[in-house]
């Protein structure tokens, strides 16, 4: 771990700078324009508000009859890799609900995970043994909707199969699975055990995210980062925290404040590191995503610092106020916001922004 990217004084400094910047511009970021007049540090009514805009009632759209089908998984290769399928019109019913089998091969003792998500739809998993009896279900046992089994043992060695199902009739929707061993947090650092310099970049950026989290947490007591995803191919890392929606502008300054310090902290004690170290500058990803949920899961903003803004910064090229610009021009709302608008520039359903793409992410614990 990289010891030395805890928030220096000086940084603790530079909070104070960057709160003090942000309220004079009267921006959760610069533009988006809440006030903060109402009780218990929520926010009042807010100031220059975009007018809302009423949209027309549609009619339910008809069920798709083809859609991208996901018949199996492999548990070695796709481990915590989100995959993307859909129910639809194609899959079989059981009763009313749609479902999709996903078949994985597993050894004897194995404990598994199983997440599921959905967008647009409440799903529904359930785990089949090879011989096709039920070893678990659930329903909201994850974040939100989110269909969660975890640590589950599988008791023989053989091919299990997973159903993907709704709680709902007739329901088609997009969904997120998510496959993985469970590796106890004792054990971390057995997978990262043996020399670093072996690595690939996949590791490299989960230690990256790692270290992330600890440099991000130690600016700021509001929150914590549970989990990350990476992607080696397009060199990002995506954080995950939990943002209460009347949080008040203040404290959402200064959970942005600790996401652009912890960047270009982190970019610093990495490219500082002496030249026969493990940890270099190379390790450090084009850009970290922030992905703020609230209590129940859903989705209330993305936001991204890239490691050139943050360079630009620590080396004096660029002014405080044009890193902030930077970074709050990449806020995009989720459906938990309030200035969510479907389909629009500034919004997103899923988290799916401008230079992500999910489908190659790999989950990676960080605690």
Request: aromatic share 8%; charged share 25%; with cysteine.
């Amino acid at each position: 771990m990289v010891a030395n990217t805890l928030i220096q004084p000086r940084d603790a400094l530079l909070t104070v700078v960057v709160i003090a910047l942000l309220i004079t511009s009267g921006c959760n970021g610069l533009g988006v324009g809440q006030s903060d007049t109402g009780p218990h540090e929520t926010d009042g009514t807010p100031a220059n508000e975009t007018p809302v805009l009423t949209a027309t009632p549609t009619a339910t759209p008809a069920v798709p009859e083809d859609g991208t089908d996901l018949r199996s998984v492999s548990l070695e290769q796709d481990a915590g890799r989100t995959m993307r399928s859909e129910l639809d019109g194609s899959d079989p019913k059981d009763g009313k609900r749609y479902y999709e089998p996903v078949e994985f091969a597993a050894e004897a003792g194995t404990k598994a995970n199983i997440t599921l998500g959905g967008d647009g739809g409440d799903p529904v998993v359930r785990l089949l043994a090879p011989n096709g009896t039920v070893l678990d279900t659930n329903d909201d046992g994850g974040i939100g909707d989110t269909a969660e089994l975890t640590m589950v043992t599988l008791p023989e060695t053989g091919n299990y199969t997973i159903i993907a199902t709704s709680n709902e009739p007739d329901t088609a929707f997009t969904y997120y699975l998510t496959v993985d061993q469970f590796i106890p947090p004792a054990q971390r650092d057995v997978m990262f055990a043996g020399d670093p310099s072996t690595w690939n970049h996949t590791e490299q950026l989960g230690e990256f995210a790692y270290d992330y989290r600890s440099t991000f947490e130690s600016g700021t007591n509001l929150t914590d980062i549970d989990y990350a995803f990476v992607n080696a191919d397009e060199n990002y890392v995506v954080v995950t925290y939990e943002m209460q929606p009347n949080a008040s502008q203040d404290t959402r300054t200064r959970i942005d404040t600790a996401l652009m310090l912890a960047h270009s902290n982190m970019d610093d004690a990495y490219r500082d590191e002496p030249a026969n170290a493990t940890f270099n500058e190379s390790w450090t990803p084009d850009r970290v995503y922030h992905r703020a949920v609230t209590p129940d899961g859903k989705l209330y903003r993305v936001t991204y610092t890239t490691t050139e803004w943050a360079r630009q910064w620590e080396e004096g090229n660029i002014e405080l106020r044009t890193y902030l610009f930077r970074y709050f021009t990449t806020l995009t709302h989720g459906p938990a916001h309030q200035s969510y608008v479907e389909g629009a520039n500034h919004s997103t359903a899923t988290g799916e922004i401008e230079g992500r793409d999910k489908s190659e992410e790999i989950r990676v614990g960080v605690r």
